[in-house]
């Protein structure tokens, strides 16, 4: 939206901002399904209560200073924001510059599902084997050191990254990058799976999960992406459709990849393309047209791919549920690809006719500069996302919090071992439920 519109606010895109909440909130149930489908049998339900925790943390978080921190307009720092909204202050009727037509409160709670939803995705890079107890003090933490500064640089107006003009609409470098570099980093510290240099690659334990988690996830990308826009407008719908286009594109693709590899058609190959298409044109679902998505999601699924099938060899770490391989890459891939494609003609549909203040797009403008703007973001978000995700957790572990599990714990299945409760009846022990440490 253009920050100069007169500040009314519009029931239309309210109402549409309230959708797109509850949209991306879906997501976050997705990915638990998602992820616990990927998982182990004795690993299903702590991933789902990853998600949940991850819910209620952030939230608090958010409430507290998180939302301040990262859209406060008042502070005049480039690089985190102030406590003028701590504990939701100034949050209600009065719209926020980054949109105007709708009131600050719903802006406050949309932004919240960003925030809940970018630490959730890390966690499944380091499945199977990390603690759930210390990963309360690290949503908190994380949250507000790396998250709220990421996307404080690239949303708030007063960001330096905003101002130096990077494109990402819907968070390509605050979310999926964001996030894919501390996976790395999580996965880097506390170390491989113990059978993990032995088998390599496990069996998904419930496929249908999968393709239930993908189904959630798809739905509510078309509020992540359009709803960024914060109003129902033309670009909102450009937004809409691309997503659609680039998540259809990269599951065809990847589907049709694996057949060729291994000739079989394969409900997961297809689910994780879809993801890797959807993450790919996120950045970019509000600078580019329909026709550029195809290249979006055709690209996304085929580098996410080579990751995901060299994992091994590429990463040195167990990218468990291949959060490193398909989210930060196709973050990378995403924000790389909208500083060539990107179109002042689709920024403008979020202007008034006749705007002479639209941004230019990227390459496709002859605004050469935006693929460096681009690619320095992508630098500065990737070290600082790795570098103080790997601090947290080293701190952590300096004041003694134990970040994985033992062996014996591992053996029996983060389920059972952490949660005292299993996904599927026959797993039940005859004698009772185990509760060792958390």
Request: with cysteine; aromatic share 14%.
């Amino acid at each position: 939206m253009d920050l100069n519109v007169a500040s009314v606010v519009n029931h239309g895109d309210n109402a549409w901002m309230l959708t797109s909440t509850a949209l991306v909130f879906i997501m976050c149930l997705g990915l638990g399904f998602f992820y616990g489908g990927l998982a182990r049998t004795n690993h299903t339900l702590s991933l789902m209560f990853l998600m949940m925790i991850s819910t209620c943390v952030v939230t608090i978080q958010w409430y507290f200073w998180g939302y301040s921190l990262t859209y406060s307009v008042t502070t005049n720092n480039n690089f985190i924001g102030n406590l003028h909204h701590i504990i939701a202050r100034h949050v209600g009727n009065e719209p926020h510059p980054n949109a105007p037509t709708i009131p600050s409160g719903t802006y406050f709670i949309y932004q919240c599902m960003f925030a809940i939803i970018t630490p959730a995705l890390a966690f499944g890079s380091t499945a199977e084997r990390m603690k759930i107890g210390p990963v309360v003090i690290f949503l908190f933490v994380w949250s507000t050191l790396v998250y709220n500064v990421i996307a404080m640089w690239v949303w708030n107006p007063k960001g330096w990254l905003y101002q130096l003009g990077v494109h990402d609409f819907a968070g390509g470098i605050a979310v999926h990058l964001g996030s894919g570099a501390a996976a790395g980093a999580y996965a880097l510290l506390i170390g491989d799976r113990k059978d993990y240099s032995k088998h390599g690659h496990f069996t998904p334990n419930n496929v249908a999960f999968v393709f239930l988690g993908t189904a959630f996830l798809w739905f509510g990308w078309f509020g992540f992406n359009g709803g960024s826009e914060g109003a129902a407008d033309g670009r909102a719908a450009n937004a809409v459709i691309v997503t659609h286009i680039a998540g259809a594109v990269g599951g065809a693709v990847w589907v049709y990849i694996d057949f060729l590899r291994t000739k079989k058609w394969s409900l997961v190959g297809i689910c994780t393309g879809a993801v890797a298409g959807l993450a790919t044109i996120t950045p970019a679902s509000g600078f580019v047209t329909p026709s550029s998505s195809l290249a979006f999601g055709f690209f996304g699924a085929i580098i996410c791919y080579v990751c995901v099938l060299y994992k091994n060899i590429l990463f040195p770490f167990d990218d468990c549920l291949d959060v490193f391989a398909v989210h930060y890459v196709s973050g990378i891939v995403g924000t790389f690809m909208n500083g060539i494609f990107a179109e002042q003609a689709v920024i403008a549909m979020g202007y008034p006719p006749g705007a002479t203040n639209v941004p230019l797009g990227g390459w496709f403008d002859r605004h050469w500069i935006q693929l460096p703007i681009q690619m320095a973001a992508i630098a500065a978000s990737s070290v600082w996302s790795f570098g103080m995700t790997y601090l947290i957790l080293w701190v952590m572990l300096k004041c003694g919090l134990r970040l994985r599990l033992r062996d014996d714990e591992e053996d029996l299945g983060t389920d059972l071992a952490i949660l005292g409760e299993t996904a599927y009846g026959f797993m039940e022990p005859a004698h009772g439920t185990c509760h060792c440490s958390c």
